[in-house]
C-alpha cells in the first residue's frame, strides 16, 4: 500500500515529469518536497516574475543599467520559500477538499503521507526562510512584505463562497509588482501601484485557464472557480483579464518614463496572451496546463523588455 501511495503521488498530474524531487531526492523528504511544490516550479515562477517587472521598472525610472540583481536573487530566493509555505498552508486547509477532486487527491496529506502536525512545523521553517530574505530590505518594504500574509492567509477560503477566488490570488501572487519598487525607492508611486494592478490582472486570467483542469471535480464537490463562472464564455472572460494586464501594465510604462524597447517587451508580452486565450479549451485539461505554464515565458518576455530598455536608456 506505502509503494502505491508513493507512486501515485511521484506522478501527480501537474507535476513536472522526470523533476529531481521524484527522482534523486530521499524518500522521507519528498512527500515534504511537494507540500512546497518544489517539483512545479511555475508556481515560484508566477510569483517572482511580478518582482522582477518592478525591480526592471524601477531602474528604467531611476536611470540605472540594470535592476539590482542582488535584490532579484532575494526575490527568487524568498519567492521558492513563500510559494512553498503558501501551498503547504493552502494544503494544509483544503486537505479534506483535495481529498474530494482526482488531481488533488494524492497530494501529501489527502494521501497521509504526511501529518497536518508535520506540515505545519514544515510550513513555519519556510517562512522563517522568507523571514529572513524580507529583512534583508529597507524597513518600508519589510513592512509591505508583512502586509501581504494577510491576503495570503485569506485565499484558501475563497473558493468555499466567493465565485471568483481568483481575485484574492492576483492580490496575493501579485505583490512583487509593489515589492521591486519599494526595495529600490523605499516608497511607491502610481507606477507600481497600477503594474500592480495589471499584474492582478494577469494572474486571474491564466489562473482561470489553470482552473479549466478541474471544472468537473469542482463542481461535485462544490468549490468555486473563475472557469465555472465565466462558463461557456471562459475564452472571453480570460480575454478581458489578459487585455486589463496589458492596459494597466502599459500604464505603469508611461508614468515610469519607459521607451520603446519596453513597450516592444509589452507587444510581445500581449501577443503571448492572445495566443493563449485562442488556445484555451475549457475540455482540454492538459492543454489547459500547459497554457499556464507558458505564462513563465510570457512574464519572462516582458521582463526582458524592461531590462533592454534600462539598457538603452542607459548607453
Not at 517572482?48 to 535584490?71: D, E, I, K, M
Not at 488533488?104 to 497521509?112: A, N
Not at 526562510?129 to 513592512?143: D, P
Not at 463562497?161 to 529600490?184: D, E, K, N, R, T
Request: charged fraction near 15%; proline fraction near 4%.
Amino acid at each position: 500500500m506505502a509503494v502505491a501511495k508513493e507512486q501515485n503521488a511521484s506522478s501527480l498530474p501537474d507535476a513536472v515529469r522526470g523533476h529531481w524531487a521524484d527522482r534523486i531526492a530521499p524518500a522521507h523528504i519528498r512527500p515534504y518536497l511537494r507540500l512546497a511544490r518544489i517539483e512545479r516550479p511555475i508556481g515560484w515562477w508566477l510569483l517572482v516574475l511580478p518582482c522582477w517587472w518592478s525591480a526592471a521598472l524601477a531602474a528604467v525610472a531611476g536611470g540605472q543599467t540594470l535592476p539590482n540583481l542582488y535584490q532579484c536573487l532575494l526575490f527568487l530566493i524568498g519567492a521558492i520559500a513563500m510559494r512553498g509555505a503558501g501551498s503547504t498552508y493552502n494544503d494544509i486547509v483544503d486537505r479534506d477538499l483535495d481529498a474530494r477532486v482526482e488531481r488533488t487527491r494524492d497530494r501529501p496529506l489527502p494521501s497521509g503521507q504526511v501529518s497536518t502536525k508535520a506540515a505545519v512545523a514544515f510550513l513555519a521553517l519556510q517562512c522563517l526562510i522568507g523571514l529572513a530574505v524580507l529583512l534583508q530590505f529597507n524597513g518600508f518594504t519589510i513592512v509591505l512584505g508583512f502586509a501581504s500574509l494577510g491576503v495570503v492567509a485569506l485565499y484558501p477560503f475563497m473558493k468555499r463562497f466567493f465565485w471568483m477566488p481568483q481575485i484574492v490570488l492576483g492580490f496575493a501572487f501579485s505583490w512583487g509588482a509593489l515589492m521591486g519598487w519599494a526595495a529600490s525607492f523605499g516608497g511607491l508611486n502610481a507606477a507600481p501601484l497600477v503594474l500592480y494592478a495589471g499584474a492582478i490582472a494577469w494572474v486571474i486570467g491564466y489562473d482561470t485557464i489553470y482552473a479549466l483542469q478541474d471544472i468537473e471535480d469542482d463542481e461535485i464537490a462544490g468549490i468555486k472557480s473563475s472557469a465555472r463562472f465565466f462558463g461557456d464564455r471562459v475564452n472571453l472572460g480570460i480575454a478581458i483579464c489578459y487585455a486589463s494586464a496589458v492596459l494597466m501594465i502599459g500604464l505603469s510604462f508611461v508614468f515610469a518614463g519607459v521607451g520603446p524597447v519596453g513597450f516592444l517587451g509589452l507587444a510581445l508580452f500581449a501577443a503571448h496572451l492572445a495566443w493563449q486565450v485562442m488556445q484555451a479549451d475549457r475540455n482540454d485539461g492538459a492543454g489547459a496546463l500547459r497554457l499556464f505554464r507558458a505564462n513563465r515565458n510570457a512574464g519572462l518576455i516582458l521582463f526582458a523588455g524592461l531590462v533592454l530598455d534600462a539598457l538603452a536608456k542607459a548607453a
